[in-house]
Nanobody, 116 residues
Framework: QVQLAESGGGLVQAGGSLRLSCAVSGIIFSINRMGWYRQGPGEQRELVAAITRGGRIDYADSVKGRFTISRDNAKNTVYLQMNSLKPEDTAVYYC??????????WGQGTQVTVSS
């Protein structure tokens, strides 16, 4: 059974930093794309950042220059370093993983709250 263990969320003041981690276990096929999505109150889930196995990275415009995504293929883990956090970054952050036969897995989500 594939499991995604997210950690690193919490409460931080505006301008602060957090680092999210998502460790994947139980996956049989190699992981292609790993990413982070978020969903704020009353909003749709949106892409924050994603990285392929080959290192191609995509960021939402709203986080460019502030957030950095990285991955450790040996550990099947993806990270999201979030700096200069703003109140509008407040959301539940979800890890999303796609294996190389296009199966998709989601984490349970971790709450990030940025106070002004």
């Amino acid at each position: 059974q594939v499991q995604l263990a997210e950690s690193g969320g919490g409460l931080v003041q505006a301008g602060g930093s957090l680092r999210l981690s998502c460790a994947v276990s139980g996956i049989i096929f190699s992981i292609n794309r790993m990413g982070w999505y978020r969903q704020g109150p009353g909003e749709q889930r949106e892409l924050v950042a994603a990285i392929t196995r080959g290192g191609r990275i995509d960021y939402a415009d709203s986080v460019k220059g502030r957030f950095t995504i990285s991955r450790d293929n040996a550990k099947n883990t993806v990270y999201l370093q979030m700096n200069s956090l703003k109140p509008e970054d407040t959301a539940v952050y979800y890890c999303r993983v796609e294996d190389n036969i296009s199966r998709i897995y989601w984490g349970q989500g971790t709450q990030v709250t940025v106070s002004s």
